[in-house]
């Protein structure tokens, strides 16, 4: 009786985190050994204001829900202690876990998702270095209004210098 309890619990698991999974737009593996319970907190603070969650799941839950999601090419990265980062874009759990690891945390990033497509952990060092949604929109508005601000521009320089023609009241 009390194994098909932990069955039913495990299988309860297993469901919540399909479909946590299934509701991210990215999922970021990351072997926190090494960190301290204070480093831990300040790494969940981190990514909270970045709007992502930190949880620590076993592996077996996680294979499992991998297979129930049919994502087989990150279950090798599933050996040791594995923490999961979830968030509701795509690059800032990944960033944040990468930043915390270049500050000399013991963080190791093994892999991830983002909108389901799996990646190893150097595609997710690459997803870390795209910048964030806003910087994004910044770059292209700028890049929107060179041609307009070069345009007006040589208006006003023509508009200056007048167009080269003598008038026809200077000729009379």
Partial sequence: MPA?????EKQAQVAQ??????QSKSVVLADYRGLSVAEITQLRKALREVGAELHVVK???ISRAFDALQITSLT???TGP????????ETSAARVLVEQAEQGKSIVLKGGLVDGKAYDHA?????????PREQ??????TL?????RNFAYLLSQIAEKGTGQPSAEASS
């Fill in 4 to 8: 098909e309890a932990v069955l039913k």
């Fill in 17 to 22: 985190l399909v479909d946590r999974i299934q």
């Fill in 76 to 78: 090798d990265a599933l």
């Fill in 82 to 89: 594995t923490a999961l980062a979830f968030a509701e874009d």
């Fill in 144 to 148: 929107l209004q060179a041609p307009i």
């Fill in 136 to 141: 994004l929109l910044a770059m292209l508005v």
């Fill in 59 to 61: 592996d077996g839950i």
């Fill in 123 to 131: 595609q997710m060092e690459q997803i870390a270095k795209i910048p």
